[in-house]
């Protein structure tokens, strides 16, 4: 069992940064790969970024590449998603998940996560 609990989302101006923060309990975090998906409201959740187990791999959607970066630290069973250049489409939910099964790869499709955090709202202001 994995327990996700994302923290560092707000209210930040367009251009600004924000750092997401993901603390995962239990024993399999170092063996997962972890993921941010994205919820904005009345639209369906979206990938944003996913990092291997190792940290050896990463994938970003393309409205985020160039701008956000994911990383992890498995002496701390976190993974972090920092956000620059913020833009006002760029306001959502944002969530972490796990997976448990494809950890070799950092897969963008929610299907292969199952484990998800309850999430963390950021908001952009223009």
């Known amino acids: 069992q994995v327990h996700l609990v994302e923290s560092g989302g707000g209210l930040v101006q367009a251009g600004g940064s924000l750092r997401l923060s993901c603390a995962a309990s239990?024993?399999?975090?170092?063996?997962?790969?972890m993921a941010w998906f994205r919820q904005a409201s009345g639209k369906e959740r979206e990938f944003v970024a996913a990092?291997?187990?190792?940290?050896?791999?990463?994938d970003y959607a393309d409205s985020v590449k160039g701008r956000f970066t994911i990383s992890r630290d498995n002496a701390k069973n976190t993974v972090y998603l920092q956000m620059n250049s913020l833009k006002f489409e760029d306001t959502a939910h944002y969530y972490c998940?796990?997976?448990?099964?494809?950890?070799?790869?950092?897969?963008?499709?929610?299907?292969?996560?199952?484990?998800w955090g309850q999430g963390t709202p950021v908001t952009v202001s223009s």
């Open positions: 998940a796990a997976s448990t099964y494809f950890y070799l790869t950092a897969p963008s499709s929610q299907g292969k996560y199952n484990y």
């Open positions: 239990g024993s399999t975090f170092s063996n997962d790969a």
């Open positions: 990092i291997n187990w190792t940290g050896g791999r990463t």
